[in-house]
């Protein structure tokens, strides 16, 4: 009895493995993923954690650059994640913000803690 011995009515199919076809007579009722491996997982995007810091989005590319090029705003800009998104060193907003009202833009804060 230690030996498992299938279904009622499940046949093997040689290798101690129970047959679909006795769970699934009728083949189109038979899951598509039972007995098939794993699909290839998919393409691993590269994540990184900032922490301590502002997201200062910009309407395009040559205003970020406008920012990067003013030696104030340059200070305060820890880094860079795409050519409109800049970080911001956290205690320095305000500064940021202020500058950027200097220039004539209106920036607007979204999520403030």
């Not at 993923?33 to 954690?49: S, W």
């Not at 003013?70 to 956290?90: C, F, I, P, T, W």
């Not at 202020?98 to 209106?106: F, I, P, S």
């Amino acid at each position: 009895m230690g030996q498992y011995q299938g279904k009622p009515n499940g046949a093997r199919d040689g290798k101690g493995v129970p047959s679909l076809r006795a769970h699934y007579p009728d083949r189109r009722h038979v899951p598509y993923n039972i007995g098939m491996a794993d699909p290839a997982p998919a393409a691993r995007l590269p994540v990184k954690l900032h922490r301590r810091v502002c997201l200062v989005i910009t309407e395009d590319a040559v205003l970020a650059e406008e920012l990067l090029a003013r030696k104030k705003l340059a200070q305060e800009v820890a880094g860079r994640l795409s050519d409109r998104a800049l970080l911001v060193r956290s205690g320095r907003l305000d500064a940021v913000l202020d500058e950027l009202r200097r220039m004539g833009h209106t920036p607007q804060v979204v999520g403030r803690t």
